[in-house]
């Protein structure tokens, strides 16, 4: 897989570089947005957070995907732009631990379980 930049335009009202790019790849399927984030990243000194892959979609009948990227200052700055539906397209990895992840679950299935309880004994004073 190669990435080809076609267009670069920075965009200094939204603190982004706005990039069209081919991507070139010989005997595969379309890359996934994951894998051109990445490559992007590298290849434009940017960090992967940062970069925001708005859209490819393939080129009929030739192995080549053309796209869309937008590369910000930072996430925050991403965040504060990008509309909800394309940040979840290019979600921010987060390493947890295991046993943080467990504590976080048992203590959401707690608040649950308790307001469960509280709803039901409000509904039988209701009707007492």
């Known amino acids: 897989m190669e990435i080809e930049i076609i ?6 009202f939204f603190n982004r570089r706005e990039i069209h790019f ?7 399927g379309t890359p996934n947005r994951e894998l051109v984030r990445t ?5 434009l000194n940017a960090e992967k957070e940062a970069v925001i892959v708005q859209k490819i979609y393939p080129v009929f009948g030739v192995h080549q995907s053309k796209g869309y990227a937008k590369i910000y200052t930072s996430r925050k700055k991403a965040e504060e732009v990008e509309q909800e539906y394309i940040l979840k397209r290019n979600p921010v990895e987060v390493e947890e631990k295991k046993g943080e992840k467990k504590e976080e679950e048992t203590s959401v ?16 004073e209701k009707k007492e």
């Open 7 to 12: 267009s670069e335009r920075n965009n200094p």
């Open 22 to 28: 081919i991507i070139h790849h010989e005997n595969e």
């Open 39 to 43: 490559e992007l990243a590298e290849k």
């Open 109 to 124: 299935e707690e608040n649950v379980e308790s307001e469960e309880t509280a709803e039901s004994k409000e509904a039988t």
